[in-house]
């Protein structure tokens, strides 16, 4: 906020605030003033707070305050957006290469390693972009006006359109009135990536192979997604609607593709006497010449280009038609590869100026192929085991207790039916249970999808809550009888282990072991070219052990297996399945790059990109441009330092290992005892939060619990996250970590944990991270929720075993930072968390007062309208705070 810039907007879309409530509700902007008056000013004053909300006028205007604020909040992020970028985009890889060849790197060395990175954003479908896709769209345009407004002198009619799309958004509903399905989640994904995401990427894919004088052969990015492909706990994710998904995605970029060719055939008017054509494309144009039409075979002499696009163009439009024919067809582009020869036959014949867009076309289909988006595939361990256990019940390889049977036991049986000859998994449809002909039936349906739409439609199956190498032996035997998996063949499918509590992150290297060692596990590896995928998940293990020991265990699970890798021959390929809140992963991606272990990276980066951090990262195309060039110049600097031997994370042997180690073991002691074995905790958790509304929420096709029960385990890290950011004491994000800190220092560490500070990045980002969440916390706020809990014990207990830790941990982090207040030495970051708290205030207020509103209710058509309500302040609280789960 130090920007003069960024003043004068937050000043202007400030004043658009007051002049739309000037227009709409005249008598709301005195409220609208005073309550950010009354919440400006430091400690919060509760008995004035009660005084103004006992008030009448102000009772009856909540739920138009509530819309007021929030929408303040969504304008103070587009502007924050807006800043938080660096104007010269496509300058920064550029920038790396000249950074590491000061750091003594030859440039050939660095262009080779860029030549292959590939970095793999994965968007899911977790329920965390709490807003509707009309607001994504007004938050798009808005951002765009004020471009318009203060770069480019274009005021008047943007000045209109921005009192337009605010005076829309105030007659519009900030929360769904019906559930979000599938289908929904995966328009308001097409739409950021139409809009934003595929000219950007283009434009890295362009700038990398500017860099590296070359055509590219492969994408540097390639997109991924869950959506419709993740059925972890979500019933809505049918075979049916997976091979919607996929279809509508292959439909989606064939006619994309088609728009570009139509403009192309506009554009390339050239004539073959003013620009003569290789020989193999005349050669092309002869074997072809009978598909054209009329008009068109009469360009095939004068304008070949114009032809030869025509006949492209047509090639495309039956790709659309093959999809769903029955029988194979001639004159259609198989595989993406036949599109790019072709592209290529053109290019060939024009000069660089010419072919300029032709060539942006070409990096497009290297970035999208014919599936867009390539699907991740994603089951729960226990479906798995129980469809394997009535299969091979009624194959007569094992009884019915399969999944009861030690793991030892489970793998023999496995072994035995691997080595057994490939069986139709079509003649088991109609013999087992609805639950186990659906996971039959989705590895036909992947077979189908590979061979009809595209290779790359679907790739990783993932599997959830891995414990043991069995997990992952059964789903080979799957992909072996589905013909994913053939012996002496490439294989079709990346069998992937989610690890996710921190017992199960500590056993990763040994369940790599025991399937290296596995006889069809290893023939499996060598016909993938002998990589393993590991999906490690930050959101349940930091939900099992709280924020410092899961970001710990990850780091040292990783560690572990970079190590292991030499040992056992294999490329471990991680993929990180980060969530936006500090708890779930957060932070910065190009600083949690730099804090992984040494050789960790080695070139290739997947990571989940999900809900509000999807539309924060890629809906403005400025800030889409910025974060993909950003990440990949991150990817570059690391991969380097990877590929070459520089060491910059805290090692097995390094003196500081033991001192996290210490942190991470006195934090996971103190977090535990609160969340799982303080009596009553669950009990405080649902009357302390609002989880019982934001599990009403229309933001997601998925449940929020796994199962029906009253355990921490099962319920899903996204809400458990989300519920603690409303009440504002968001103690996913930091709690234990003063107890763990003060462990060392109270032996003798104290001048150790800040040398650890100075000297390990992985210690520095995780701490740096911790504060900042620390700072968006208001336990003057999360007390007022604290006096909904009704057993008095309880809630005194455990509100002062929260204040006592929130202490502890703010003392400690402000000492190993060596500041005096938070984020101190990050004044622009410190003053953007602050700004926003005036508002977050009035909006927590207004929910409290809700709730009440609620629970005083006596009958269910007020208590709906009183929900809507309370579902509107949990929207602009999750604009307010930047992130919900």
């Known amino acids: ?75 103070l992020n587009i502007v924050e957006e807006r800043h938080s970028v660096d104007s010269d985009a496509m300058g920064l890889i550029e920038g790396m290469i000249k950074e590491l060849k000061a750091e003594g790197y030859e440039r050939d060395d660095v262009l080779e390693v860029l030549e292959e990175l590939r970095f793999y954003p994965v968007f899911t479908a977790h329920p965390t972009e709490s807003r509707r896709r009309t607001f994504l769209e007004s938050h798009h345009e808005i951002s765009t006006d004020l471009e318009r407004i203060f770069h480019q002198g274009d005021a008047k009619e943007a000045h209109e359109h ?31 990536i ?47 609607v997976m091979t919607r998904v996929m279809k509508i995605q292959h439909e989606m970029i064939i006619s ?55 006949l492209m163009k047509k090639k495309l439009q039956n790709r659309l038609i093959f999809v769903n024919y029955a029988s194979d067809m001639e004159f259609v582009y198989k595989t993406p590869k036949e599109l790019i020869e072709d592209i290529d036959l053109v290019l060939e014949s024009l000069d660089s100026l010419s072919g300029k867009y032709l060539r942006e076309f070409r990096n497009l289909v290297l970035l999208t192929g014919f599936h867009l988006m390539k699907l991740d595939f994603r089951e729960h361990r226990d ?40 069986l139709n998994l079509n003649a088991l449809l109609g013999r087992v249970s609805h639950q186990s002909e659906e996971i039959i039936s989705a590895f036909l349906r992947i077979e189908w999808a590979k061979g009809n739409i595209s290779e790359e439609i679907i790739d990783s199956f993932i599997i959830s809550m891995t414990q ?62 002998g990589i393993q995928e590991i999906m490690i998940g930050y959101s349940d293990s930091s939900k099992d052990g709280g924020i410092f020991t899961s970001n710990f265990s990850l780091n040292r699970a990783v560690y572990h297996l970079t190590e292991l890798e030499e040992k056992l021959g294999i490329k471990f390929r991680l993929f990180h399945g980060r969530g936006g809140s500090v ?76 001192v996290m180690q210490g942190v991470s073991e006195a934090s996971y002691k103190a977090y535990r005892r609160l969340v799982y074995e303080t009596e009553g905790f669950m009990d405080y958790f649902k009357e302390a939060t609002p989880i019982g509304f934001i599990q009403k929420l229309n933001i997601g096709s998925r449940p929020s619990k796994r199962k029906e029960t009253h355990r921490v385990e099962d319920l899903r890290a996204i809400p458990w996250v989300f519920a603690w950011t409303q009440n504002r004491s968001i103690i996913p994000a930091w709690f234990g970590v003063g107890s763990g800190l003060e462990s060392v220092a109270l032996a003798g560490g104290e001048e150790i944990l800040k040398e650890c500070y100075g000297e390990c990045p992985f210690f520095k980002t995780t701490l740096d ?117």
């Open 1 to 75: 906020m130090t920007s003069e810039k960024m003043h004068q907007e937050v000043q202007f879309v400030f004043e658009k605030m007051l002049e739309l409530l000037d227009e709409v509700a005249s008598a709301l902007k005195p409220q609208f003033l005073g309550l950010r008056e009354v919440f400006t000013q430091g400690k919060l004053d509760k008995e004035r707070v009660k005084s103004l909300l006992s008030s009448s006028p102000l009772k009856e205007q909540i739920p138009e305050l509530v819309k007021a604020f929030s929408l303040y909040n969504m304008l």
């Open 162 to 192: 921005l009192r337009y799309r605010l005076m829309l958004l105030w007659k519009s509903h900030l929360v769904r009135n019906e559930k979000i399905e599938v289908l929904f989640e995966l328009d308001n994904l097409l739409y950021i």
């Open 194 to 240: 139409e809009s934003s995401m595929l000219k950007s990427a283009v434009k890295v894919c362009s700038e990398v192979e500017r860099l590296v004088e070359a055509p590219l052969k492969r994408s540097p990015i390639r997109l991924g997604s869950w959506i419709g492909g993740d059925r972890d706990g979500n019933p809505y994710v049918t075979n049916e």
């Open 256 to 310: 994309h593709y088609i728009g570009k060719i139509e403009r192309l055939i506009r554009e390339l008017s050239i004539a073959s006497d003013l620009c003569e054509p290789s020989l193999g494309l005349l050669e092309s144009l002869e074997r072809e010449s009978s598909e054209l039409e009329n008009s068109a075979a009469k360009l095939h002499k004068n304008e070949p280009f114009r032809a030869k696009l025509i």
């Open 383 to 422: 479906a798995i085991r129980d469809a394997i256990s009535e299969i091979f019940s009624l194959l007569g390889y094992s009884d019915s207790d399969f999944g009861q049977l030690p793991p030892s036991k489970r793998a023999e049986i496995l072994d035995r039916a691997l080595s057994l000859p490939r």
């Open 468 to 529: 043991d190498s069995t997990d992952l032996l059964a789903v080979l035997w799957l992909a072996k009888q589905s013909g994913l998996w053939r012996e002496g063949q490439r294989t079709r499918i990346s069998i992937s282990p989610l690890f996710e509590t921190i017992e199960d992150l500590q056993k990763a290297g040994m369940i790599m072991e025991e399937l290296a060692k596995n006889p069809h596990y290893a023939l499996y590896l060598r016909d993938h070219q």
């Open 583 to 658: 708890s779930r992963g957060g932070g910065t991606l190009e600083s949690a790059l730099m804090a992984s272990p040494a050789k960790s990276v080695a070139g290739v980066l997947k990571t989940t990109e999900q809900g509000e951090v999807i539309s924060s990262k890629y809906l403005n195309p400025l800030i889409c441009d910025f974060n993909f060039s950003s990440t990949i110049a991150a990817l570059l600097k690391k991969s380097v330092y990877d590929r070459f031997g520089k060491r910059i994370d805290c090692g097995k042997s390094d003196r500081f290992t033991s």
């Open 769 to 885: 991270n911790i504060a900042q969440a620390l700072l968006k916390v208001d336990l003057d706020v999360a007390s007022l929720y604290n006096e909904f809990v009704e057993d008095g014990e309880v809630r005194e207990r455990i509100w002062g075993m929260i204040q006592e830790e929130y202490q502890k941990t703010l003392h400690w982090i402000l000492y190993v930072r060596g500041e005096r207040e938070l984020l101190e030495n990050e004044r622009v970051l410190r003053e953007s968390i602050l700004l926003r708290r005036p508002y977050l205030t009035a909006l927590n207020l207004f929910q409290i007062e809700l709730i009440k509103k609620y629970r005083a209710s006596s009958y269910e058509k007020q208590q709906e309208r009183i929900i809507e309500q309370i579902s509107s302040t949990i929207v602009g609280i999750a604009q307010g705070v930047r992130n919900t789960g």
